[in-house]
């Protein structure tokens, strides 16, 4: 015999009805709560409820309401540990609402994120997470017109779009402060892409400090990145290329870090000895690499949480709050005092 156990058959609305000795009617308004019941009566469906384990069948539910019941959930990129960690959150918003979620990826193009939300339209789902991405403003506007969608990434609230931004620009001044903080003089900057207002707010804080600090902002330690381990890696390349002196390093996001670091051990630079070196995101690996990434942390599964509490206000027709949890600098291993 099969060690497996035989799969149940799942009560309907009729067997609780049939169990508790009234209509199915009667079990649909207690459900729905839209009429008064005796209590006798809602006494013996709840007690049936509870012994059949019974789950109403939330599809059913919303599409005799004009509802699909489905959130479609935008990324940029499925395989990325920032995308996953907000996504866990995004998982958590949802928990025990009823709604289930399909999500598609923009790849960081405007035209992709365009095509998969007009897909996302098509199965009509009930609204849309869009997790950073490309698109503009307007056009996220015009989207809405058919269904709400909370953004991150953007300062956004007008009608049926809200949008949810950390301030980039002074989490990169908190991290290249740090690094002043411990004397350190020539910080190495790399980038994300040019086309990220994100990593652009994170160029603007890195030479907001310096300025603050009376340095100068030495074009030759500003390298161009993309936000990927590989441009960290080619960093560290261009850097000694270059020639240019410098004692610490600020990559402009965790994955960047790491590839600054290999391409750092490779060399048999060490850090921090050597070299300190920061990140902005703290991804969940971060706490674990050799020697662990000090870094500036993003809520990123707080993010997703209140962006998916946001579009259950909208859908509901309440106020939806837009409170994002401050960016924290998180001191660990890679980072020490010049000598």
């Known amino acids: ?11 309907t609305l009729t067997d609780v009805a049939r169990l508790a000795g009234v209509s199915p009617a009667t079990v649909s308004r207690i459900l729905n709560g839209s009429a008064k019941v005796a209590d006798a009566k809602r006494a013996a469906v709840l007690a049936a409820i509870a012994q059949m384990n019974f789950a109403p069948n939330q599809m059913a539910r919303g599409l005799k309401q004009g509802r699909s019941m489905t959130i479609g959930i935008v990324v940029q990129d499925i395989s990325s540990p920032f995308f996953d960690e907000t996504l866990r959150g995004v998982d958590a918003g949802l928990k025990a609402t009823g709604y289930t979620s399909v999500i598609v990826s923009g790849h960081w193009d405007a035209q992709e994120e365009a ?3 007009r897909l996302l339209l098509a199965r009509k789902v009930d609204g849309i997470i869009l997790l950073a991405g490309r698109l503009s403003d307007e056009a996220v506007r015009q989207f809405a017109g058919h269904c709400p969608i909370v953004s991150t990434g953007r300062d956004l609230r007008t009608g049926n779009a809200i949008g949810f931004k950390i301030d980039n620009e002074y989490g ?7 690094l002043i903080e411990l004397g350190h003089e020539r910080i190495a900057f790399v980038t994300g892409p040019a086309s990220s207002s994100d990593a652009n707010e994170r160029l603007a804080g890195y030479r907001r400090a310096l300025h603050e600090a009376g340095l100068d902002s030495d074009p030759a330690l500003i390298v161009a990145g993309d936000f990927h381990e590989a441009s960290g890696l080619l960093a560290v390349a261009q850097l000694l290329e270059r020639r240019t002196g410098y ?9 960047s870090a ?5 391409g750092l051990y490779r060399r048999g630079i060490r850090v921090p000895e050597d070299i300190s070196l920061i990140g902005f995101d703290d991804l969940p690996g971060s706490s674990y690499t050799a020697p662990p ?3 500036v942390r993003q809520p990123l599964y707080e993010l997703g949480r209140i962006a998916t509490g946001a579009l259950l206000s909208l859908l509901k027709g309440e106020p939806a709050y837009r409170d994002v949890p401050p960016l924290e600098l998180v001191v660990r ?3 020490r005092q010049r000598r």
């Open 1 to 11: 015999m099969s060690d497996v156990p035989s799969p149940t058959i799942p009560a």
């Open 115 to 117: 095509e998969r939300i």
């Open 172 to 178: 990169a001044y908190m991290a290249a402060r740090h």
């Open 247 to 255: 004692t610490a390093v600020f990559a402009a996001n965790d994955l």
């Open 258 to 262: 790491y590839g600054v670091r290999l």
């Open 293 to 295: 990434l000090s870094t």
């Open 333 to 335: 291993e890679t980072t």
